[in-house]
């Protein structure tokens, strides 16, 4: 898929030094601890004289304390005993967020209690957990980490967040006790799934899931693939939502392969079912059996258990990617469903089967392609009415006479719906064949071109201001389809109110001049002799657009009056990864001295190096000593 098309996935370079920890300001009163696999748990615990286990260290911090995590192995488990209380008064866990396999947590990291941060360390698995009202994961995040096999799960969290780690196993969004449904009554709310690379390897029963009533959570920019095994048969799932609400997907890159195929079906990369509704799938690609060749498809609705019947509504897939070997299609009736857009493209099938009733769907700026036969092919009943189906894009590789079922687009009724300004086109045609007349495939025998003065115009009133042409993709072939028009291609002009059909508007080629838009609000939120925690506004790729690539973050004792000092200036070896425009981001700096004057400036890039200009310059001066006591000892027996 071209570059164009992907969602950008930043990497992250860090230096054990620096911390960039997201989301996190720095306790005003807090004790800093250690532990080394060479300490003592009879010990203070301090740098000089540090614990054994992470055990002491679970079992002693509290709100706003820090445990700093040596390398080597540790054989228990990271799992605090005590609540932290804000973000402010957080308890943190801080291993080598440089190379997190230097810190070695032989067993799990298993948050359940509040505002908890792990971060810099290497564990068989993430769990965030509802035990009880006392005991239960709220506003922990985990990041910059390494699960090694046994990956992540929330099991009734709420408001945490995981980002920027390796995760190597299964994904699950569940209710306490890890139900999907009654007796379970606590569901995983708010959390956060962010710019983390997870290999979930071989799927054997769903590889990425979101049940048992999971709401408003978020999973964006993530990297996720995995692999489908023939030995395991055809019940599996890929990405699977039961009973999820409200939840978005923004900005993910998924990718699935198989090792043979299924005989007589497709696996199911993707799916929703049993009353999943008003979920956003945004800027998401789905690269399904591209590689491998075998058939990998999905259903933007599966059916369930009968009492949720129909009931999957309100879902919206907007600006997403979808390349598939098999097809995409609805097990169950499409209600009040959005395809705005989107590209569905099949190598082996079509690229949208609606096999069940739809009514008000709404398809519009979609690309939809097929290399066997019809792109899209309503089978199921629209007769409800209220669907609308208009400035599209459907092509195919090939066409025959309708009769034989490989049109361009195939309707099962002439009912119930409103088509327009759309573009058909078909690349070849058997012999003897004229393509564009078998555009339009319906009511058993009826083809026809489209346009005013057509066959299918004259006895539905659709397609008037629609055409058939070739639509000048800057590249046509399925492996690396990309359906950005060139100058000159029918498409332009031809949508609704003159917009452009298609899923990618036409962009005349020319450079990108536009920089980030300037960090005007660089601040300190707190300043300590040794730390500081500065906290500013994430802009765009383009002023206050799109997202940026990377920053520059630099500090000096000599003020920073213009780009040359800034120059001279000395970057932070850690540097901050942008977050979405207008979001804020946070970044703390260990290691400076005390009682100095220093300067801190930001900027931002894009993808083609324009920079943003030197906005605010911070200027602060560290305190002359450390005036945070060690926490009071309440556990002397």
């Not at 079992?59 to 304390?65: I, N």
Request: hydrophobic share 35%.
């Amino acid at each position: 898929m071209p570059n164009s098309i992907r969602p950008r996935l930043t990497s992250l370079c860090v230096c054990g030094a620096l911390l960039a920890l997201c989301a996190m300001s720095a306790p005003a009163f807090a004790t800093t601890y250690y532990v080394s696999p060479g300490g003592n748990d009879g010990s203070s615990g301090s740098q000089a004289a540090p614990w054994r286990s992470l055990a002491k260290a679970n079992s002693t911090l509290g709100p706003g304390d820090a445990v700093i995590i040596a390398p080597g192995t540790y054989t228990d488990q990271i799992d605090p005993k005590n609540n932290g209380l804000s973000n402010t008064q957080r308890i943190s866990y801080i291993g080598n967020l440089s190379n997190p396999s230097q810190v070695v947590v032989s067993n799990s990291i298993w948050l359940e209690r509040a505002y908890i941060s792990v971060k810099g360390v290497q564990a068989t698995g993430f769990t965030m957990y509802y035990t009880s009202e006392t005991a239960k994961a709220v506003h922990d995040s985990i990041a910059w980490c390494i699960s090694t096999g046994a990956g992540w799960g929330s099991a009734g969290a709420k408001d945490c967040l995981v980002a920027h780690n390796t995760i190597n196993g299964s994904i699950a969004f569940l209710m306490n006790n890890w139900y999907a449904g009654p007796p379970g009554n606590i569901s995983s709310e708010r959390d956060t799934l962010r710019g983390n690379v997870i290999h979930v390897g071989t799927i054997t029963t769903k590889g990425f899931q979101v049940r048992g009533f999971t709401q408003y959570c978020v999973t964006d920019s993530n990297q996720i693939d995995m692999f489908f095994a023939a030995a395991n048969g055809g019940d599996l799932q890929g990405r699977y939502l039961y009973n999820a609400y409200y939840n978005t997907f923004r900005d993910n890159s998924w990718s699935m392969e198989a090792d043979g195929p299924l005989p007589g079906n497709q696996y199911t990369g993707f799916a929703l079912r049993d009353s999943s509704h008003d979920n956003l799938f945004e800027r998401d690609s789905m690269l399904c059996g591209v590689q491998s060749g075998y058939d990998i498809g999905g259903r933007l609705v599966n059916a369930g258990n009968s009492a949720w019947t129909g009931q999957c509504v309100n879902n919206t897939w907007r600006g997403c990617y979808f390349l598939t070997t098999g097809n995409t299609f609805t097990q169950d009736s499409f209600n009040n469903c959005t395809l705005d857009g989107c590209v569905f493209a099949s190598q082996h099938s079509y690229g949208l089967y609606f096999l069940n009733a739809l009514s008000n769907v709404i398809i519009r700026n979609c690309t939809i392609a097929s290399w066997a036969g019809a792109c899209m092919r309503i089978e199921g009943d629209p007769r409800p009415g209220g669907n609308q189906f208009y400035s599209n894009i459907f092509y195919v590789d090939f066409v025959d006479r309708c009769l034989s079922g490989k049109p361009v687009l195939f309707h099962g009724y002439a009912t119930g719906f409103t088509q327009n300004n759309n573009l058909f086109f078909s690349r070849t045609a058997a012999a003897g064949v004229t393509a564009s007349g078998q555009s339009l495939y319906w009511t058993s025998s009826n083809c026809s071109a489209p346009g005013p003065g057509t066959s299918w115009a004259s006895a539905t009133g659709n397609d008037i201001n629609s055409k058939y042409g070739d639509p000048r993709f800057v590249n046509p072939n399925f492996l690396n389809f990309d359906p950005h028009l060139q100058a000159g291609s029918p498409a332009i002009g031809l949508g609704a109110a003159g917009s452009d059909a298609g899923a990618y508007p036409f962009a005349p080629a020319g450079p990108d001049v536009t920089p980030p838009a300037t960090i005007n609000n660089l601040t300190a939120t707190m300043v300590s002799d040794q730390n500081v925690v500065m906290t500013w506004t994430a802009p765009g790729d383009d002023g206050t657009f799109g997202l940026a690539s990377a920053y520059d973050l630099r500090y000096s004792t000599q003020p920073i009056t213009d780009d040359a000092s800034f120059n001279a200036a000395t970057q932070v070896p850690t540097q901050p990864i942008p977050g979405g425009p207008g979001t804020t981001q946070s970044y703390v700096m260990m290691g400076l001295s005390a009682g100095t004057q220093y300067y801190f400036a930001i900027k931002a890039r894009d993808e083609v190096n324009n920079w943003s200009a030197l906005g605010k310059v911070l200027a602060l001066q560290t305190q002359a000593t450390d005036g945070v006591p060690p926490k009071a000892i309440g556990d002397l027996h």
